[in-house]
């Protein structure tokens, strides 16, 4: 899934100065699952930015409303009808989303709630952790299932770097070696060949570098 | 036990502390009352295990959001004490009442939201 945090209250209040009339769109996906964006973050927040304002004796008017999702047209498209009523709307929902609505509704101030961070997965209830970086070009098959893009602090592909020490990372003691657990992981699978084999210089253009990517099924299409 | 407690402290029943959930403390706030505190079972009494314990971490969650609000976070507060504590319960409620006094009324009060 993808992981946000939500930007702190602070922050948020300054972006409203300006306004009295809020639509607070949450995302019943992903930022639902990691506890930022949904329903309830929804109502957290729009509670948080009222008590802030009434102590400060300033008006504020808040409609909450937790779309399917803030990605696909067709939800986004359920707004239509009030969203002229507010002068600014305020999104729970990932990067994609809030950018998704600010392309939608051309005319309308989009406004972040959230910070978008990662992809990755629920270790326990509460704590997420990140497992990949998109890079469009997936070496997990060479690495016992374990991303070295997103799991060693370099994105080293043939590592350890000399950094590694008890199997924790150089730039934090309390971070994992992503090699050292590939290594771990590839001698539990016997399969340490794969650890011999040298992986090729990435071609990044497949990952940001090449530009924002985009996927087309033509047979989808209507 | 006939045992007095303040009168201007308002008592919700709930089947457990587990019950009470961040933002129906956000909203008793918003309804401007000047503080909340939960009365839960012992720790470790909890009839459905950790009822209590989840209440204390949403306790010390919702201080923080008060906190970021600019209410402060001792208005809100987490007692434990079991059902054969009646003189517990009212120290408790004076203990709070006299806090809630010392920190002034809630300023959301003063301003109808
Ligand atoms: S190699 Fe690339 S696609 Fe595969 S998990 Fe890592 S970042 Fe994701
Ligand atoms: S110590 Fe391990 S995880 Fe950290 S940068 Fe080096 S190889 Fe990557």
Not at chain 1, 161 to 170: A, F, L, P, Q, V
Not at chain 2, 14 to 37: A, N, Q
Request: hydrophobic share 35%; with cysteine; charged share 30%.
């Amino acid at each position: 899934m993808i992981v946000a945090d939500r930007k702190s209250l602070d922050e948020i209040l300054k972006m409203l100065k300006p306004y009295k009339k809020v639509l607070l769109l949450g995302c019943n996906e992903c930022v639902t699952v990691s506890a930022t964006g949904g329903e309830r973050e929804v109502g957290v927040l729009a509670s948080e930015l009222k008590l802030s304002r009434a102590k400060d004796g300033q008006e504020i008017e808040i409609r909450e409303q937790t779309l399917e999702r803030q990605c696909d047209h067709e939800y986004i498209d359920q707004i239509r009808p009030f969203v002229g009523d507010y002068e600014v709307v305020l999104s729970m929902a990932c990067g994609a989303g809030i950018q998704y609505l600010a392309e939608t509704y051309k005319d309308k101030t989009v406004l972040p709630a959230v910070n978008t961070t990662f992809l990755g997965v629920t270790l326990e209830q509460g704590v997420w952790s990140e497992r990949c970086q998109g890079c469009g070009e997936c070496v997990l098959h060479m690495t016992g299932g374990i991303c070295p893009i997103a799991r060693c602090a370099k994105s080293l592909l043939n590592g350890p770097c000399g950094g590694s020490s008890n199997g924790k990372c150089e730039v934090d003691k309390d971070l994992e070696c992503g090699w050292q657990l590939i290594i771990d992981r590839l001698k539990a699978l016997n399969q340490m060949e794969k650890y011999e084999e040298i992986i090729p210089i990435k071609d990044w253009r497949t990952s940001r570098d090449g530009g924002p990517r985009k996927r087309i099924r033509e047979d989808l299409k209507l | 036990m006939r045992l007095n407690y303040p009168t201007n402290i308002k008592v919700v029943k709930v089947p457990c502390t587990g019950r009470v959930d961040t933002l129906l403390i956000l909203k008793t706030f918003e309804s401007g009352v000047d503080g909340v505190y939960l009365a839960g079972c012992l720790e470790g009494e909890c009839h459905f295990l950790r009822g209590n314990l989840r209440a204390k971490k949403r306790v010390q969650y919702v201080k923080t959001l008060l906190e970021e609000v600019g209410l402060g976070s001792g208005r809100v507060e987490m007692y434990n004490m079991s059902s054969a504590q009646g003189q517990r319960f009212a120290e408790v409620a004076r203990e709070m009442a006299e806090k809630i006094r010392a920190l002034g009324p809630s300023p959301v009060k003063k301003r109808k939201l």
